[in-house]
């Protein structure tokens, strides 16, 4: 996403990349400030659909950057590709962080 910001701001299309800057900085953002062990108690559903709404923000940008989106020759198939990478929602969706952490997710510190 920045490489292609960077390359979309070196063609000359400033708005653009300032764009594709912003919404990568907000998704590293939001992965550090939505880190599963700083909400324990969160199912990781929740934790994750801010970061797959970035992501598919990120796709509508670089098609809205791209200058001719027909001259990519995508089609409306091309979106099932997409499926395997949700599997995360249905396999793991509903665990929590404290799950997998014994006494509930409480850590002792000396």
């Given at each position: 996403m920045v490489i292609l910001a960077i390359i979309?701001?070196?063609?000359?299309?400033l708005l653009s990349g300032l764009i594709g800057l912003a919404i990568a900085g907000a998704a590293v953002?939001?992965?550090l400030v939505g880190a599963p062990w700083r909400h324990p108690d969160t199912?990781?559903?929740k934790?994750?659909?801010?970061?797959?709404?970035?992501f598919?923000?990120?796709i509508a940008w670089a098609l809205w950057a791209a200058d001719d989106v027909y001259s990519l020759a995508l089609n409306r198939w091309h979106?099932?590709?997409?499926l395997p990478l949700?599997?995360?929602?249905?396999?793991?969706?509903?665990?929590r962080w404290s799950d997998s952490v014994p006494g509930g997710g409480q850590i002792d510190r000396p």
């Amino acid at each position: 996403m920045v490489i292609l910001a960077i390359i979309v701001l070196v063609q000359g299309k400033l708005l653009s990349g300032l764009i594709g800057l912003a919404i990568a900085g907000a998704a590293v953002a939001y992965v550090l400030v939505g880190a599963p062990w700083r909400h324990p108690d969160t199912p990781y559903w929740k934790l994750m659909l801010p970061v797959y709404v970035l992501f598919f923000v990120a796709i509508a940008w670089a098609l809205w950057a791209a200058d001719d989106v027909y001259s990519l020759a995508l089609n409306r198939w091309h979106v099932f590709l997409l499926l395997p990478l949700l599997t995360p929602f249905w396999t793991t969706g509903r665990r929590r962080w404290s799950d997998s952490v014994p006494g509930g997710g409480q850590i002792d510190r000396p």
